[in-house]
């Protein structure tokens, strides 16, 4: 069994992320730049330049403590700029790599990401009619299993996985399960297993169609379950850059797994927010917030802090709480599904319709 090596990121990823930066206002820097270095002197730190030289700039000094770089981290460096996009880079206790970013730059790229769910939507369409006919292909070909990943990142909502995580910490993902992760019976199919954070994870999905192809997939040889069969005949093993190379490919544009746990947080989170459509009070819509987010967060094996901040698009929440989300997305959904988007389900389009609402509203704002 042979494992596809992933392509190292290359200079048109670099220049976007430069531009990034500049268009936040602050300057893309690497941790191999000359730097600042923490050291230990008995119970304390003092900060020392590239050429060896003690910080006692004032205004730096504070800029270090509001890190809050925490004491285990070794190796650490620090940005000597105020406006670096990366603050501060060490190693934690268990020698994994850890980052503190400028907010400025934290704000910008939650604001870009959350912007691309846009696009994903409008992008989802075809996304699906792509992997309905790779399902339908014979055999297990690279392109079929690739799509099978697929339609369960939408279907079930996990996470893509990570082989270093798979390997360190025994936790696992999508496309790193074994197949004693998967139990089949007829149409239903059930993953079992311990993910991020140490947290075990059940996801049934019934589905006699993908059932057969998983079931073909789980008899080839070695541990990994999704695999397909080359043009040498031999089993290879997905990776996540595989699946997010592919989802890029027939959505046309840059999307990655996350998208697809982004896109279904918003989702769910405007459908249960739906539930909570009246309040007599701030304080009792704030309230259905808190539990709307809590339902979410418990279908995407998240704390509702990190399904808030990382899953679920701002402005549904901002639209629940000024009671404009229904009246916003019911107006719209109808000509969404009308505009070549009739794969989308009615809730999605009413997001969809929505998001495009709140964006087109928000650049009329900026204009005047």
Not at 200 to 212: C, I, N, P
Not at 297 to 311: D, E, S, V
Request: glycine content about 8%.
């Amino acid at each position: 069994m042979k494992r596809d090596t992933p392509a190292a990121p290359g200079e048109a990823a670099l220049s976007e992320s430069t531009a990034a930066a500049k268009s936040a206002g602050l300057r893309y820097v690497h941790d191999y730049q000359p730097g600042i270095a923490r050291r230990k002197r008995g119970k304390h730190f003092h900060y020392v330049d590239a050429d060896g030289h003690a910080i006692q700039d004032a205004d730096t000094l504070a800029r270090i403590k509001s890190l809050a770089i925490p004491p285990a981290w070794a190796d650490v460096w620090i940005c000597v700029h105020p406006r670096g996009h990366l603050q501060a880079t060490g190693r934690d206790a268990r020698g994994r790599k850890q980052y503190r970013y400028h907010p400025r730059w934290r704000s910008h790229r939650d604001e870009s990401k959350y912007d691309r769910i846009l696009g994903f939507g409008k992008a989802l369409p075809a996304i699906r009619r792509a992997v309905g006919a790779a399902l339908q292909l014979p055999g297990l070909p690279r392109e079929k299993v690739l799509a099978t990943v697929v339609y369960l990142l939408e279907a079930t909502m996990m996470r893509i996985g990570n082989e270093e995580y798979a390997r360190t910490n025994k936790s696992f993902g999508l496309t790193t399960l074994h197949d004693r992760h998967v139990r089949l019976d007829g149409g239903k199919i059930e993953f079992r297993f311990r993910g991020k954070s140490g947290v075990h994870h059940a996801v049934a999905v019934e589905d006699r169609r993908l059932a057969s192809i998983i079931r073909r997939i789980r008899d080839l040889p070695g541990q990994e379950l999704f695999q397909y069969i080359g043009d040498d005949g031999l089993p290879h093993a997905i990776g996540s850059s595989d699946v997010n190379e592919y989802l890029q490919a027939i959505a046309g544009e840059d999307y990655t797994a996350k998208d697809f746990r982004t896109w279904s947080g918003t989702v769910l989170a405007a459908v249960a927010l739906r539930e909570y459509e009246k309040f007599d009070s701030e304080a009792q819509a704030k309230r259905n917030v808190v539990q709307a987010i809590e339902a979410v967060a418990k279908k995407l094996g998240n704390t509702p802090t990190i399904c808030r901040k990382c899953y679920v698009h701002p402005s549904v929440i901002e639209c629940y709480l000024d009671g404009t989300m229904l009246k916003a997305a019911r107006s719209r959904a109808k000509q969404q599904l009308q505009d070549g988007l009739h794969a989308l389900r009615p809730e999605e389009a009413a997001v969809l319709a929505l998001l495009q609402h709140r964006l087109q509203a928000s650049a009329a704002s900026d204009r005047r």
